[in-house]
């Protein structure tokens, strides 16, 4: 029995990997709703797994190692193709796929990764990063990403939030200023992967209000910003999240 409970953890790894795995494709096809509820349900397993390897005292260097890889693969290449697929299709909407300029617009997709398995390797090697962040999060940046995209490419129904002109304001940015935007958005944030910001950390070792604050705080204006905003409101929980924390 106890060698199956050592298992878990690593596979809940695993299926965070798998839901990666899908969230790439379906970014790269041009699914971004499918995309960004896989990439929810890989961080919902990312923080599982550490979770249940606490509690069943089945910690490992393997798991460590696993878990990283498997971030990569969930909060660095699947938002990566995401932002791939939808600069892809807004140069062919535009007709600019023939202009080597525009074409390397499309390699802004790739620091998403690149960054994000740079966060990585230095969260791995920094004893500092028990109780806080040193950077972003990559789950944090993952979910930042494949939610503005989602909204950007789909301008998200009025019936899914409550102001509905929020997501419209957002979806109606001209495709000749997006395609700039969106490259120089992708390299500003990447860039705070590996900041020296402190960030709190979402994972409790108590109920205590008093301890966790911030995230109580951070999870309760998520659910009003969801409520009021839908989909929109995610990508501002992330930025009101880098806020609290420096506050």
Excluded at 10 to 28: D, E, H, K, V
């Amino acid at each position: 029995m106890k060698g199956l409970v050592r298992h878990i953890p690593n596979t809940l790894t695993c299926i965070s990997l798998t839901f990666g795995f899908y969230a790439a494709i379906s970014g790269i096809s041009g699914n971004y709703f499918y995309a960004m509820i896989a990439i929810f349900l890989a961080a919902v397993f990312d923080f599982s797994d550490g979770l249940a390897a606490r509690l069943l005292k089945a910690c490992s260097a393997m798991g460590k190692e696993l878990d990283s890889l498997a971030d990569v693969i969930s909060f660095g290449v699947a938002p990566g193709m995401m932002l791939f697929g939808y600069l892809h299709k807004l140069l062919d909407d535009l007709k600019w796929n023939d202009s080597i300029v525009c074409k390397s617009l499309l390699l802004a997709a790739f620091v998403i990764p690149v960054f994000s398995a740079l966060r990585l390797a230095k969260f791995n090697i920094d004893k500092r990063q028990k109780t806080s962040f040193i950077g972003l999060p990559v789950p944090a940046h993952a979910i930042l990403w494949s939610s503005l995209i989602t909204v950007l490419s789909s301008g998200i129904h009025e019936s899914r939030c409550i102001f509905p002109q929020f997501a419209q304001l957002l979806s109606s940015i001209k495709p000749e200023i997006m395609v700039y935007v969106l490259p120089a958005t992708a390299l500003a944030t990447s860039l705070l992967l590996i900041s020296r910001i402190r960030l709190f950390s979402l994972k409790t070792s108590s109920l205590s209000w008093k301890r966790n604050k911030p995230v109580y705080l951070l999870f309760l204006s998520a659910i009003v910003l969801i409520i009021l905003f839908g989909i929109p409101g995610i990508p501002v929980t992330i930025l009101l999240y880098i806020l609290l924390s420096m506050i």
